[in-house]
């Protein structure tokens, strides 16, 4: 229709499109907008009809698959279109639950980090760092003495507050003993 009231030629897109629906487009010179706009208005009335009968159509296509499975693995049509209406059926429950047991997702509002650097495990076992937004925990080679190196991990809820002097190949904690919580910022 724009071509038509544009006065433009067919688009290549458009030409495609009605060759591969099998249309034929009309000479652009024998049809007037107001043509252009009825055909428009009676495809719509066209494409709703369809989409009332899809249902119907749906329904005539799955007893068409119903009844093929049925020839092909030599089974009664009842129970393979029982089977079929089985599955949609679960899946539809499957579905309503996954949407109410699936949490509700919202923005971030806001990220607490940790005020301090070095915190250590109750046990003694393992040092973490706190370092650009990430943990890293330490492992303990003897009392009071981590390794330099370590690994990215999640820290234990009990942890403690603790200072610490690092030479070059260990790092050696000098309040083991601490209580002190770690606290947050946001």
């Not at 119903?66 to 030599?74: D, F, H, L, S």
């Not at 999640?154 to 070059?168: A, G, Q, R, T, Y």
Request: with cysteine.
């Amino acid at each position: 229709m724009s071509c038509i009231r544009n006065n433009i030629k067919y688009t290549e897109k458009l030409k495609s499109l009605a060759e591969e629906l099998e249309y034929d487009l009309p000479r652009q010179e024998s049809i007037t907008m107001k043509q252009a706009y009825t055909n428009v208005c009676e495809a719509w009335k066209e494409k709703r009809i369809i989409e009332k009968e899809d249902g119907e159509r749906r329904a005539r296509w799955l007893d068409e698959i119903c009844r093929e499975i049925a020839r092909e693995t030599g089974s009664d049509a009842d129970k393979v279109y029982k089977r079929m209406i089985q599955c949609a059926l679960s899946k539809g429950v499957f579905k309503r639950l996954k949407s109410i047991l699936k949490r509700e997702w919202s923005a971030l509002d806001y990220i607490e980090v940790p005020n301090e650097t070095w915190y250590l495990d109750k046990n003694g076992d393992e040092l973490y760092e706190f370092d650009n937004g990430i943990f890293i925990a330490h492992s303990s080679f003897e009392e009071n003495l981590y390794e330099k190196y370590g690994s990215i991990k999640v820290p234990p809820k009990d942890v403690v507050v603790v200072e610490v002097e690092i030479s070059d190949d260990v790092i050696h904690v000098q309040n083991p003993e601490s209580i002190q919580q770690w606290t947050w910022t946001k």
